[in-house]
């Protein structure tokens, strides 16, 4: 299947008719596979794969910006605003395939006006030589569903965020499970086994008496009522979850906003301010003692050296006198002692060597007693400035320091709060973004609650159709007694167990294929080739696991954002391998939060090799200007285009032949 041509007339913001070759064939030698059209974020990308979602499906599309509306007002949510009420609003989706072994062309056309009649749009489908097929227009529905069936077309015309989505979730999500249910054939195995109970209840029916048959038919209809009432609950919770996770989102932006724009620090203003008051009270008494210890001993400080030269004179001093005193009380013995020589009679010549030897050890003694004396000091006082000099004057100064230490850190910590108290909203203000905090929470708050509910009565009501299909089946059994349908009843439950291991053996064989698929697809576009060895799929959930050349299991939190992206876009890949079938791969914002090397392999190997036919959607910072150049180097890209958005009118031009670049 090839996608050649599509064509927009007043559809979202494409005014006019615009037309779009998507023909992947340059001429008739040179096919390239890629089909590249860039535009910036909200210029229309995401309108162009909707567009050819609504060709294909029509009512049954999954396009992005439907949500919850009805089709009559989703179409005429699509019209352009620029348009005339009476002018149509027109899709054209040119595509050829194969039917046998010879090609065949249709256009698939939907029309619809502002009001469309009935909430519908006017099918046609044309055949090559424009001629309307109106027998393929009442059976479009099926024919599609034998080309490209709505469940597995998500693998090829998927977006960045489906990747996202796929990457950050442990389990893949229900369509990426739906989608590969069809492909393992699990979905026909499903509806057999539907069909056999079907046919199971119509035997009771038969070979019931009429009291037996209304009993089964009560019991059917009260069935029948709690799988739609199931159903009803089931879609509820998931437009719970999708409020709910709106909600948690709202909540966030509304805590970011509380916090960027003061409202936390206006919340806590009264403790700040308390904060600030008890610190500049600690930083003042601080100030008090040190205005005492100024009033005491202090301003000694500053004359340390005069104390210090003051000191060492009066110790000086106070030698002096202590060999004072000590001069004349040996004066005092001297003349005792030459009395006492002249007594003995010595000669004359020893008397005068003693003599001598007494006057040079008094001129020794004078020395050191005759130094100036103007101080006067006691020992006490020397005693007491000593202890000023080498006690109190260190303990004053170090105490000081560290009273002045103490004080810097408080006024710094004073000078951080007034800043912190000056970022603070208004009360006013603070007040509105604590309003706007508590009603995001309380809307959270709600959706929980809601949700919790709806799960409770989801569970209760599955426990009630449990207890009533074995009503049924304990019923059945008991009031009908007829061998001939006997054994079609127990032959279909035979078959039941048979088609269940068929299905368990079905899959296990696919999945095997699917792993081999995928292991190879995401090691391909790695650049750590030695990272995983194997990927391996649960049976049941399909989650993927992660295995290394030692058979060891790689946690998937150890890969990166990047590389938890390229191991979803390679299961993607996997599964449209499996697949079978030769159908063109659309990408709508392709590269995400891929680094340059991750951005590099899937530019190199993903996009040139994804399909005969690969469209991407892409922005100037995703498809820039090197894997641009690389591209067209490597001669991947047929055609290029521009989706030039005016934000003015509000209306997107399709330029062709041209890029960002």
């Known amino acids: 299947m090839i996608f050649l041509e599509l064509v927009l007339q007043n559809f979202g913001p494409y005014s006019g008719r615009q037309i779009i070759n998507l023909d992947p064939a340059v001429d008739q030698e040179t096919l390239s596979p890629i089909i590249l059209l860039g535009g910036m974020n909200g210029g229309g990308k995401t309108t162009l794969m909707d567009a050819i979602r609504l060709a294909l499906y029509g009512h049954r599309a999954q396009c992005s910006t439907r949500g919850n509306l009805s089709y009559h007002d989703f179409l ?34 939907r029309r619809w006006t502002k009001n ?19 027998a393929l227009v009442n059976i479009w529905d099926e024919y599609i569903e034998n080309l490209l069936p709505l469940g597995i077309s998500n693998l090829f015309l998927f977006d960045g965020e489906q990747v996202k989505e796929l990457a950050e979730q442990e389990i893949p999500p229900p369509m990426v499970v739906d989608a590969i249910r069809g492909l393992l054939g699990l979905e026909l195995a499903e509806r057999l086994g539907s069909d056999l109970d079907i046919i199971v209840n119509r035997k009771r029916k038969e070979i019931a008496d009429t009291q037996d048959l209304a009993n089964l038919e009560e019991i059917e209809q009260q069935l029948n009522q709690q799988q ?58 601080i100030r008090s003692s040190l205005g005492e210890l100024a009033a005491d001993m202090s301003p000694l400080a500053l004359i340390t050296p005069l104390l210090t030269e003051t000191y060492i004179q009066a110790e000086k001093e106070f030698r002096t006198q202590q060999a004072k005193v000590a001069y004349n009380l040996l004066s005092q013995r001297e003349q005792r002692l030459i009395k006492l020589i002249q007594q003995l009679k010595l000669e004359e010549t020893q008397i005068n060597q003693i003599k001598e030897f007494i006057h040079q050890e008094n001129q020794i003694l004078q020395q050191d007693i ?25 303990y004053i100064k170090k105490a000081t320091q560290e009273k002045l230490g103490l004080l810097q850190t408080q006024e710094e ?28 929470q309380t809307e959270v708050a709600t959706a929980q609650a809601a949700c919790e509910i709806a799960k409770r009565d989801l569970n209760e009501l599955e426990t009630q159709i449990r207890n009533t299909k074995k009503t049924l089946e304990k019923y059945t059994e008991t009031t009908i007694d007829r061998k001939q349908n006997e054994h079609i009843i127990t032959a279909t439950a035979k078959v039941q167990e048979t088609l269940k291991l068929f299905r368990e053996k079905l899959t296990l064989r696919k999945l095997n294929k699917l792993e081999i698929e995928v292991t190879e697809c995401f090691r391909y576009l790695l650049h750590k080739s030695d ?109 290029e285009y521009l989706l030039k958005y005016d934000s003015s009118t509000r209306q997107t031009t399709v330029l062709e032949n041209k890029y960002f670049w």
């Open 76 to 109: 005429t949510q699509c019209v352009n605003t620029h348009s005339s009420p009476a002018e149509d609003t027109r899709i054209e989706l040119v595509f050829q395939h194969l039917d046998g072994d010879q090609p065949v062309k249709y256009r698939v056309v």
């Open 116 to 134: 469309p009649k009935d909430g519908k749009d006017q099918l046609g489908i044309l055949d090559a030589q424009e001629w309307l097929d109106t």
């Open 228 to 285: 739609a009432k199931y159903d009803q609950l089931d879609n509820q919770l998931k437009q719970l979850n999708h409020t709910l996770s709106n909600a948690e989102q709202k909540q966030r932006a509304a805590l970011n906003k509380f916090i960027s724009e003061g409202g936390k620090t206006a919340r806590d203003r009264g403790h700040l301010e308390k904060q600030k008051y008890e610190i500049t009270a600690a930083a003042e008494k």
């Open 370 to 394: 005759t130094g100036e004396t103007w101080l006067l000091t006691d020992t006490a006082t020397l005693h007491q400035l000593d202890n000023v000099i080498h006690h109190y004057l260190p």
């Open 413 to 440: 910590e004073i000078i951080t709060l007034e800043r912190q108290i000056q970022t603070a909203a208004s009360p006013e203000d603070c007040q509105k973004l604590m309003d706007e905090l508590q009603q995001a």
């Open 531 to 639: 990272l995983v060895h194997r990927v391996a799929i649960n049976t049941d959930t399909f989650t993927l696991s992660l295995y290394d050349f030692n058979g060891q299991p790689v946690p998937k939190h150890r890969l990166s954002a990047g590389e938890k992206q390229l191991l979803a876009i390679a299961f993607l890949w996997g599964l449209a391998r499996v697949s079978g079938r030769r159908l063109p791969v659309a990408i709508d914002t392709p590269l995400g939060r891929l680094d340059s090397s991750h951005r590099a392999n899937l530019v190199e190997r993903y996009f040139p090799s994804a399909s005969h036919q690969v469209i991407l959607l892409s922005t100037d910072t995703e498809i820039g200007k090197n894997e641009v150049e690389t591209l067209r180097n490597n001669q991947a890209i047929a055609r």
